[in-house]
């Protein structure tokens, strides 16, 4: 038998500054469903905590109200008591466990919303979609995916658990998980995008139209791949073991992995980029004749191939390290240039496994740019732009 049971709490709390009076009702339920409308204008906030864990989906309307409906979704004599509140700023909306030793019963969330609404969301466990919705956006959960599209404004959104998908969107701040895949794509704005084990690809996402110093690229992930389709501002990327990849950088690419290939397609600006163990390619596409577009490259197990402009001011610095069980053949450095190198003639055990050297340098049109490259068990090539 459907059981609800129904405790109202009308609380006329005297008038507050403007004169908007505080409206609560707490409603007790394990089955069935909930709903509730307030009246809403554009702007004000949405409030939802969730001590019990729920699925949350919220959409925007045209209608300048709040339609809530709360679905109890396992069949428990768990009783769960759910708090509705109306203030000057905006709805409130809270639950919990009745019994705390009983914890069984769940719940799912359906918000309908004015455009312009502010979301503070914050659950115990369980997925959050939010489709159109323009205001500040910001909330937890503590484990379930975050499914983001059409926003506009700014977003500060974390999930413990979780893969990561926004899209479609305008808006600038950070999304986080600490486990699982992140996407983002067709995004204009400033967005940080991170994950402590999990991949992250970012694909058609462009800085904040307008400034002329937008902000870089920032990626970080405990365990996975990182690609990028276009970085105008530069980029700083790091996994703990995964391949980089960047379509299009401007201004600086500053990359590391712990194990993994590196491949950096179109770079105009300076470079940074270290692997554990991996291969790198980059091609650099920057004015090399003016100072400030320094490369440094450093594999510690892996071929290393860079393109430069054929008219580069480059000052070269070139180092392969060949160990005596790893190769059967010499690695080589190859490059346009007339280097000088240098061979060291006996094997070197200050650094673990014995060791020979090749080292190369030059000096070439005035050489403005340093260009720094290390690798060990690898061969090392240079070319140049046609």
Known sequence: MKKILLIISLLLLG?????????????????????????????????????????????SWDKNAVYLQIKYLKSSDETIDVSFEETENGIEVSSKYKNRKNTDGSIQVTVQVPRKQDLDLSTMGGHVKIDGVDGTIKGSTMGGHLDFSNLK???????????????????DGKVKTM??????????????????GGNVIQSNVKGRSGKSIGKEV?????????????????????TMGGYIEINKAGKFAEVETMGGNISIKEIDGWVKAKTMGGDIDIRSTGDLKQSGNDITLVSLRGDINLIIPNDASVKLELEIAYTKKYRSSKPEINTPFNLQSEESKEWDDSNGD?????????????????????????????????
């Open 15 to 59: 008038t507050i500054v403007s004169g908007t009076p505080i409206f609560k009702v707490i409603k007790s339920f394990n089955n069935g469903e909930l709903k509730k409308e307030f009246n809403s204008k554009p702007g004000n906030s949405l409030t939802l905590d969730l001590k019990t864990g729920a699925s949350i989906e919220i959409e």
């Open 153 to 171: 404004g700014n977003i500060n959104f974390q999930t413990m658990g979780g893969q990561i998908d926004l899209r479609d969107s305008d808006l």
């Open 179 to 196: 486990g699982g895949r992140v996407k983002v794509t067709n995004v204009t704005g400033d967005i940080d995008a991170s994950s402590m």
């Open 218 to 238: 920032n990626i970080s992930t405990m365990g996975g791949e990182i690609s990028i389709d276009e970085a105008p501002n530069g980029a700083k990327l790091k």
């Open 354 to 386: 014995p060791r020979k050297y090749i080292r190369a340098t030059g000096n070439f049109n005035g050489g403005k740019n340093l260009i720094k490259i290390k690798t060990i068990n690898g061969d090392i090539k240079i070319k140049e732009l046609k």
